[in-house]
């Protein structure tokens, strides 16, 4: 998803020259063909984030389109003023591309763990927040960031991810995609977790619970009306997220459903990071285990909300 | 070399902290010491430097000028008003509901930029400005004003020294050193010195000046790039407070709330007597 995200900016790049690309203190050899090929379009300019995304901001308030690449949580803890004042107050068009979204870093410790990197972006007014699933979707998404307007943030997952993506429904900016549907319950997922979604409707399917799978790779603006939609029709809603319960996805439904005033209440359970900093190193894949972001979390949840289900009035 | 403190100001640099203080009575608040270190800087730049079409605040051939201390923004405003980029009624209107001109400047105004207000970002939006002139081969330059209070953010120095490493030599700051922040002297809050060295250390191309001996000024800044292989930093030594004996280098103006009419008058006075 990474490498895809990154080959995408040097091809856009290649056919638009308002584009610009940024980078801190990158992998040795990282966007190379751009450095070479477009190279007063190209900035590596250490390790400086605040620097970095001001400059961006000014190069766009001259009519660029500026991709910054940096690691999540120096894009979004660090340089946190830059992001609101210097793109959200000025709704400029840059991009902000960042390297492993959630719990990729686990071997890294939590200072490099983006397990609120959503969380942060949400407050930003004229943030959209995006985060693809797969490679495929990253390269639908990618085009449809040239002209978008005002500062996106773009959340990566680990690379090598497992493609579950379709093309089945055109991907567009700000919708929510349904990529299975069934009357029971509804499990909404951004990023990676679409996989373990997926899975656990799987699973269901074969116990006789239908389930819609919500995939929502635009967290901001939140698609709203699709989430509705669907949650009219269902008797539960999980929301599964390789982010803190606080103010992610989850947090993001949560006030969603709050206000929606459902007659009877939907059951509603948030699968993510619980509020506290992840403990031990690992891998992504055990750190998500031991936070209980998988399928099987999924399918006892699902379980636990459909056995509290009232009888349906509406 | 004047000394700031001793310089005496002509009739212009008068009326420009004239209608500051107007301004400020308007509003019945302000960061008056801030902006009244500023007016000689403005004045020259706008009287002399910069090139700009207040008709056209966006015509593409202008200099870029950002205010990085955005609380000095009453002194861009008089400028503002006096150049037409703005409606002189717009300064009666100063921190109202009504009005369109508040504490820190905003990019929506006319002839300003980027939103400051927030220490330390100007210098790296400007630094992006400056990045496209030499991308695009355009002429324009870019000047930023900070201040030394500013100058304690670690922003700043990355934006130094990236514009150091680009070589910029369409890239001016200038400091407005009248060594007083918010809570007391730089020297005690946290010492600068030695300032020029820093910025020459950071790539610049660097000269101290009188900030407000307006002759001084227009020789400088009428022929920067000091080096045209590197970036210009112009330490402008100032006063805070600069014009109101009572005001100067005292921390009680950094910031005014409640002003008065009588404040008011009691600040044209002592321009008056000055």
Not at chain 1, 31 to 37: A, G, I, K, P, Q
Not at chain 1, 134 to 143: I, S, T
Not at chain 2, 75 to 95: M, Q, V
Not at chain 2, 146 to 170: F, Q, Y
């Amino acid at each position: 998803m990474r490498k895809k995200s990154l080959d995408m900016v040097y091809e856009l790049a290649k056919k638009d020259e308002r584009i610009f690309f940024i980078g801190s203190d990158l992998g040795v050899g990282t966007l190379d063909n751009f450095r070479t090929e477009m190279p007063d379009r190209f900035f590596m300019e250490g390790v400086s984030e605040g620097n970095i995304v001001g400059m961006a901001a000014g190069l766009a308030l001259e009519g660029k389109i500026v991709y910054v690449n940096t690691i999540a949580t120096f894009l979004t803890r660090r340089c946190f003023e830059q992001v609101v004042i210097d793109l959200g107050l000025h709704n400029v068009n840059v991009r902000l591309i960042a390297n492993g979204g959630g719990v990729v870093y686990a071997p890294l410790g939590p200072t490099h763990l983006a397990i609120d990197d959503i969380a942060i972006m949400r407050t930003v007014p004229n943030m959209t927040i995006v985060a693809p699933c797969d490679a495929d979707e990253m390269a639908r998404l990618m085009p449809q960031t040239v002209d978008h307007k005002g500062p996106i943030y773009i959340r990566l997952g680990k690379g090598g991810d497992p493609i579950v993506s379709t093309d089945a429904a055109p991907f567009r900016i700000g919708r929510a995609i349904p990529m299975v549907t069934g009357d029971d319950v509804l499990l909404v997922t951004t990023g990676v977790t679409l996989k373990l979604a997926l899975e656990a409707a799987a699973a269901l399917k074969t116990q006789g619970i239908g389930a819609t799978v919500l995939h929502m790779p635009t967290v901001k603006p939140l698609d709203a009306e699709s989430f509705l939609t669907h949650a009219r029709r269902a008797d539960a809603i999980v929301s599964i997220e390789e982010h803190s319960i606080v103010g992610g996805l989850g947090g993001a439904l949560a006030e969603v459903i709050a206000e929606a005033g459902f007659e009877p209440a939907r059951r509603f359970k948030r699968i993510g990071i619980p509020d506290v900093f992840p403990h031990g190193y690992g891998s992504q894949a055990t750190m998500m285990a031991h936070y209980d972001i998988t399928a099987e979390r999924t399918l006892a949840v699902v379980r636990e909300l459909l056995a509290l289900r009232p009888a349906r009035t509406n | 070399m004047n000394d700031q403190m001793t310089i005496r100001l002509d009739e212009r640099s008068k009326a420009l902290r004239r209608t500051i203080i107007r301004t400020l009575e308007a509003g019945q608040r302000g960061h008056v010491g801030a902006a009244l270190s500023l007016v000689e800087i403005l004045r020259v730049l706008y009287d002399d430097v910069l090139k700009y079409d207040p008709r056209d605040p966006r015509w593409s051939g202008r200099d870029r000028f950002v205010l990085s201390k955005g609380h000095g923004c009453l002194a861009l405003y008089a400028l503002l008003a006096d150049k037409g980029f703005i409606a002189e009624a717009e300064l009666s209107k100063f921190c109202r509901s009504d009005g369109l001109l508040g504490g820190h400047p905003e990019h929506h105004i006319p002839g300003v930029e980027a939103s400051t207000g927030s220490l330390g970002h100007g210098m790296s939006i400007a630094l992006g400005f400056a990045l496209n002139a030499r991308y695009e081969r355009a002429a324009y330059r870019t000047f930023v004003v900070i201040g030394d209070g500013e100058s304690n953010e670690g922003s700043i120095w990355e934006a130094a020294l990236s514009a150091g490493k680009h070589r910029l030599g369409n890239f001016v700051v200038l400091t407005d050193y009248n060594k007083h922040q918010s809570y007391g002297a730089t020297a005690d809050v946290q010492d600068l010195e030695p300032l020029v060295d820093k910025w020459r250390a950071f790539g610049f191309a660097a000269l101290e000046v009188n900030g407000h001996d307006v002759a001084a000024l227009r020789g400088v800044l009428t022929r920067v790039p000091l080096d045209p292989s590197k970036p210009t930093a112009i330490i402008c030594h100032t006063v805070k407070g600069k014009g109101i004996a009572f005001a100067e280098n005292n921390m009680a103006w950094h910031h005014m709330n409640k002003v008065t009419a009588q404040d008011a008058e009691r600040l044209l006075a002592a321009l008056e007597a000055r």
